[in-house]
């Protein structure tokens, strides 16, 4: 019996979406994959992605277009309802998740009651494509070390039995690269929608502490996922230019978590409300990234304007390109070491 939900939130950017799935049909790969698209336009449907998938199951819907956050969270709300699997992993279309790795997190969930989560290790990869707007396939660099590596002791277990001791770990959730009990991310949506969540900032405060509330946090020194980090149209640049977060909002959020009984001592939040700035994401005072958004823009359009003007003379020579992410796949199979 299948045991794991892979969770594919989308927003355009369907190259990735098939590269996405068409790595893990090429592996058989087990779990369910459900695909939760707030795109504008529809492009798929269940039966042309289950023709041209016939390895994995995928089950798929189509949302409103998600033009802001609230539109997000009735979507993920919706698609959660669908899901049937006791564990979920949340992940982008342009990364991929380690079937190895999904294995051993759910034997642990399974034996293990009181965790709620289990993590890996993330390495970034780079795909340099100069000659059209979508770097699905290129040249391809891997990243040598391991991600948050240099962020000190940061990847670890979290096992205390108290869950007050726990929630002062929440840098080390990592909750994105996590297998995690559904009852938990059912609950992380649910309370997402009553705050009215507004940017992905305020959203990793649910992330990162909610399931410190629900159990505790196994990390396993193995890779859960590879993720593209310089995708030319993903989070990351919508994130540079949307509102950010304050400090007023993480106090209400944690009046929140307070009136749901989820954090009762009194001691406990008067010390959450102390964390710095940097560790909540908190943005509205920060010059340095409001100027960043003044001039992001305009670097962006000329980054584009770029790729366009070379897409306009080269576009007609990746016709001929085939098995354009042969080595790509090859690649991740190494470092996933999958034999398939």
């Known amino acids: 019996m299948v045991k794991t ?61 998600d033009k802001n956050f609230s539109f997000f969270t009735n979507k993920m709300n919706r698609i959660i309802k669908e899901i049937r699997e006791d564990y979920i992993m949340q992940i982008a279309n342009d990364d991929f ?53 240099n962020y000190g002791n940061i990847l670890k277990d979290i096992n205390y039995k108290n869950k007050d001791k726990r929630i002062f770990d929440f840098l080390s959730t990592l909750p994105y690269e996590c297998l995690i009990r559904k009852t938990t991310v059912a609950k992380i ?42 995708t030319y149209y993903g989070l990351g640049v919508s994130d540079i230019l949307a509102e950010g977060t304050s400090r007023d909002r993480y106090y209400k959020f944690l009046e929140l978590i307070n009136k749901q009984n989820m954090i009762k001592t009194k001691s406990v939040l008067e010390k959450m409300k102390k964390v710095a700035d940097n560790s909540i994401d908190v943005t509205s005072s920060n010059n340095d990234l409001n100027l960043k958004k003044i001039w992001f823009p305009y670097y ?30 090859t690649k991740i199979k190494i470092l996933f070491n999958i034999n398939k």
Do not use: C
């Open 5 to 65: 939900a892979i969770l594919v939130p989308l927003l355009g950017r369907p190259e990735f979406t098939e590269r996405f799935l068409e790595f893990n049909n090429l592996i058989n790969a087990k779990e369910t994959f459900y695909l939760a698209d707030g795109s504008k336009k529809k492009i798929f449907s269940q039966s042309f992605l289950q023709k041209k998938y016939p390895n994995i199951k995928i089950i798929y819907k189509k949302y409103p277009f």
């Open 189 to 230: 949506w649910k309370l997402a929608k009553k705050f009215k969540v507004r940017n992905s900032g305020e959203l990793n405060w649910f992330y990162n502490i909610v399931p410190l509330i629900d159990g505790k946090k196994k990390h396993f020194k193995m890779l859960s996922q590879i993720r593209q980090n310089n």
């Open 300 to 329: 962006f359009q000329f980054k584009i304007f770029i790729l366009k003007l070379n897409s306009i003379f080269f576009f007609p020579f990746l016709f001929f390109v085939k098995n354009k992410y042969k080595n790509l796949f």
């Open 97 to 149: 998740y380690n079937i190895l790795f999904i294995n051993k997190a759910e034997k642990f969930l399974i034996n293990n009651p009181s965790y709620s989560l289990v993590g890996g290790l993330v390495k970034n990869v780079r795909i340099i494509q100069l000659f059209k707007l979508i770097n699905d396939f290129g040249r391809i660099y891997v990243q040598k070390g391991i991600q948050y590596s």
